[in-house]
């Protein structure tokens, strides 16, 4: 009895197949445990449904808790796979299949994401909205917004926001600049408006962040 729950519920290595980017064998360590299974339990019977249901839920929480990425879809593409009157082999290969494009087309998706962060980061000076960086990227600027999601797990104008205050906390920490040239500098129209959003971000002014900055330098000097 343990070894058939063994072949049911253990998928670690099928899911470690698949996460390191081997489908081919994916594909046979799932069979071999649904051959197991089937010498124990007869082809088409609750067991081996069971087993498929159970190889869909691990292949996407490994994926989930491996690579940080949620395939939700493909899970429930998966679940309404198992309503169809195939042999079992036959739905395995169909869900690891589906993981496995699923996967190729989210590492497309990260490299997407990834050259429109780096034009992000080259331009924060300028006027970054979602349909500009999308165009420069070469993509729908609905899809750039869902792999951002995806992909950071924020949302592009968090994203972009966050670029900003880093790169204006860097500018009050090591220059002289004015608070009107970093908000320039930023991205940003108006002091006013610069300081608002860095003390929501923040919770201090740009003033008392740049004077606890001074503070803190003059303290490892002090120290040193």
């Known amino acids: 009895m343990s070894d058939s729950f063994e072949l049911m519920y253990n998928h670690r290595l099928t899911c470690e197949a698949l996460t390191r980017g081997d489908p081919a064998a994916t594909r046979k360590l799932a069979a071999r445990q649904l051959a197991g299974l089937e010498a124990v339990a007869p082809s088409g019977s609750k067991v081996t449904a069971d087993f498929l249901r159970n190889l869909n839920l691990s292949l996407y929480h490994g994926i989930l808790y491996t690579l940080n990425l949620s395939l939700t879809d493909c899970l429930i593409d998966n679940e309404r796979l198992l309503a169809l009157p195939s042999p079992a082999g036959t739905l395995a290969e169909r869900i690891i299949g589906a993981y496995d494009d699923a996967l190729r087309g989210a ?27 999308a165009s420069r990227v070469y993509t729908n600027k609905c899809y750039l917004c869902r792999m951002f999601k995806t992909v950071y797990g924020t949302t592009f104008l968090a994203y972009v926001t966050e670029q900003r205050i880093h790169r204006a906390k860097t500018l009050l920490g090591s220059t002289r600049q004015s608070v009107s040239a970093i908000a320039t500098a930023c991205g940003y129209s108006t002091a006013a408006y610069f300081s608002t959003i860095f003390k929501k971000e923040t919770g201090v002014t740009p003033r008392e962040y740049r004077r606890g900055a001074e503070g803190r330098g003059a303290g490892v000097l002090a120290g040193g």
């Open 107 to 133: 590492s497309l998706d990260a490299r997407a994401v990834e050259l429109a962060s780096h034009y992000i980061r080259q331009h924060l000076d300028e006027a970054l909205t979602l349909e500009h960086v």
